[in-house]
T-cell receptor, first 115, second 116 residues
Framework: AQSVAQPEDQVNVAEGNPLTVKCTYSVSGNPYLFWYVQYPNRGLQFLLKYITGDNLVKGSYGFEAEFNKSQTSFHLKKPSALVSDSALYFCAVRDSGAGSYQLTFGKGTKLSVIP | DTGVSQDPRHKITKRGQNVTFRCDPISEHNRLYWYRQTLGQGPEFLTYFQNEAQLEKSRLLSDRFSAERPKGSFSTLEIQRTEQGDSAMYLC??????????????FGEGSRLTVL
């Protein structure tokens, strides 16, 4: 079985400060990992993914995430937060060896960037 | 706009009635997913189509739920004999052929179901 945990329901950060949104995962095999963002009244949007290769992956809007196999984590980061980054962020995982196309999502973390 | 569209956006029904949701994916996408999302939770997988073939269904999916994707284009999700616990946002997502695009999905804005 595959699962994702996002330990923080909400993260508050001041504009211009670095931000981190945490994610840990559990899979039987090797993970495919994803971050999606949901703005109010909008559909989820793909931000970035880790499939293989470099542990640091870069995505849209200046976001990046670091895959850490030993800690089974895939935290989302941005060096300098913008007010427009305020949204709901979802981490997702798929087990590469399970023969399944299912993405399992976490509960989401609400990011609030304070001006 | 050529994104994923879902219809209706909102549906209010009485318990015991049947409801059907439609999803029109991005035209060149061969992969299509249905997810369900309740307040404060992440999307929960329901089913997956590759072209017209339904390849995966959630083990949690009641037999009151059925989905189709005739001709590999639009998809419908039907809920029979609705219950109050079915109240949720039903999300459709589509994706291109997987090579180089693993897990990159485009989501619609969802169809919100309220069962009274």
């Amino acid at each position: 079985a595959q699962s994702v945990a996002q330990p923080e329901d909400q993260v508050n950060v001041a504009e211009g400060n670095p931000l981190t949104v945490k994610c840990t995962y559990s899979v039987s095999g090797n993970p495919y990992l994803f971050w999606y963002v949901q703005y109010p009244n909008r559909g989820l949007q793909f931000l970035l993914k880790y499939i293989t290769g470099d542990n640091l992956v870069k995505g849209s809007y200046g976001f990046e995430a670091e895959f850490n196999k030993s800690q089974t984590s895939f935290h989302l980061k941005k060096p300098s937060a913008l007010v427009s980054d305020s949204a709901l962020y979802f981490c997702a995982v798929r087990d590469s060896g399970a023969g399944s196309y299912q993405l399992t999502f976490g509960k989401g973390t609400k990011l609030s960037v304070i001006p | 706009d050529t994104g994923v569209s879902q219809d209706p956006r909102h549906k209010i029904t009485k318990r015991g009635q049947n409801v059907t949701f439609r999803c029109d994916p991005i035209s060149e996408h061969n992969r299509l997913y249905w997810y369900r999302q309740t307040l404060g939770q992440g999307p929960e997988f329901l089913t997956y189509f590759q072209n017209e073939a339904q390849l995966e269904k959630s083990r949690l999916l009641s037999d009151r739920f059925s989905a189709e994707r005739p001709k590999g284009s639009f998809s419908t999700l039907e809920i029979q004999r609705t219950e109050q616990g079915d109240s949720a946002m039903y999300l459709c997502a589509s994706g291109p052929f997987e090579t180089g695009k693993i897990g990159e999905l485009f989501f619609g804005e969802g169809s919100r179901l309220t069962v009274l």
